[in-house]
């Protein structure tokens, strides 16, 4: 099923947490995925697939015969579709850093497990990269990750092409070092339609190198 890139909304948030509990340990109460979708709502995306099945009308809600509706399934945003990956992002609001130029803060990115590696996670990103700086004037965005992170590092290092700034020592609650990460957003290199075929462009490249192999 094909999977749709789509701004995330408040009635997402229940499922962006239970993605963010699934897959990371740093974990956020409702409130502050509300602050971030109430105070940038251009900011945030969410993936979403429908089930290949009929939508099951309660994989959302029971309604318990006293008006009561019990959410049942946190992985459905709605009968039949499910979320399958997000990003947080906001501006910075440190009022300590005031004397900065606008910049964006990536708070949290997450795929589900069996939607790995089919290039989500950079979509989400590229979205959201674009939208603060085109909505928000960002003129920079920047985030943490841990050391030991192999795939979010080669995501943002080498295919979104962040720079490390610094090491900061113990930075998560286990005592992990995280890098953290800076990349100058640039309107004209950002816009998302640069990048919606990048995978199938490297493909056609790979089938004409063995067509000419062949001949
Ligand atoms: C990191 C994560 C978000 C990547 O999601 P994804 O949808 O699988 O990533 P994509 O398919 O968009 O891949 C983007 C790039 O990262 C690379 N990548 C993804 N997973 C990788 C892995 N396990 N090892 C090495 N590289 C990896 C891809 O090869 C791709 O690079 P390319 O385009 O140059 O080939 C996902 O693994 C995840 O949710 N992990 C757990 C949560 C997490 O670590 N979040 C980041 C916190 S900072």
């Given at each position: 099923m094909p999977v749709t890139i789509r701004r995330a909304t408040i009635d997402d948030i229940i499922c962006m947490q239970n993605a963010n509990l699934h897959n990371l340990p740093e974990n956020y109460m409702l409130k502050y995925y509300m602050y971030h979708i109430l105070s940038w709502p251009e900011g945030s995306f969410v993936a979403t697939t429908r089930d290949v099945d009929e939508p099951q009308m309660d994989q959302l809600s029971l309604e318990d015969g006293k008006g009561q509706e019990t959410k049942l399934d946190p992985n459905y945003l709605a009968p039949g579709e499910k979320l399958v990956g997000y990003v947080l992002a906001k501006m910075n609001d440190d009022p300590d850093q005031q004397d900065q130029a606008p910049n964006g803060h990536i708070t949290s990115l997450s795929v589900m497990r069996t939607y790995r590696r089919m290039g989500i996670a950079e979509k989400l990103m590229r979205q959201a990269l674009f939208a603060l700086r085109?909505?928000?004037?960002?003129?920079f965005v920047s985030l943490h990750v841990r050391q030991s992170n192999r795939a979010a590092l080669h995501l943002y290092?080498?295919?979104?092409e962040f720079e490390v700034l610094s090491v900061e020592k113990s930075?998560?609650?286990?005592?992990e070092d995280a890098y953290a990460m800076k990349k100058v957003l640039k309107l004209d290199e950002l816009h998302p339609k640069n990048f919606a075929n990048r995978k199938m462009a490297e493909k056609l490249e790979d089938d004409f190198e063995s067509d000419l192999l062949v001949v």
């Amino acid at each position: 099923m094909p999977v749709t890139i789509r701004r995330a909304t408040i009635d997402d948030i229940i499922c962006m947490q239970n993605a963010n509990l699934h897959n990371l340990p740093e974990n956020y109460m409702l409130k502050y995925y509300m602050y971030h979708i109430l105070s940038w709502p251009e900011g945030s995306f969410v993936a979403t697939t429908r089930d290949v099945d009929e939508p099951q009308m309660d994989q959302l809600s029971l309604e318990d015969g006293k008006g009561q509706e019990t959410k049942l399934d946190p992985n459905y945003l709605a009968p039949g579709e499910k979320l399958v990956g997000y990003v947080l992002a906001k501006m910075n609001d440190d009022p300590d850093q005031q004397d900065q130029a606008p910049n964006g803060h990536i708070t949290s990115l997450s795929v589900m497990r069996t939607y790995r590696r089919m290039g989500i996670a950079e979509k989400l990103m590229r979205q959201a990269l674009f939208a603060l700086r085109e909505v928000y004037g960002a003129q920079f965005v920047s985030l943490h990750v841990r050391q030991s992170n192999r795939a979010a590092l080669h995501l943002y290092a080498d295919t979104l092409e962040f720079e490390v700034l610094s090491v900061e020592k113990s930075y998560y609650q286990d005592g992990e070092d995280a890098y953290a990460m800076k990349k100058v957003l640039k309107l004209d290199e950002l816009h998302p339609k640069n990048f919606a075929n990048r995978k199938m462009a490297e493909k056609l490249e790979d089938d004409f190198e063995s067509d000419l192999l062949v001949v």
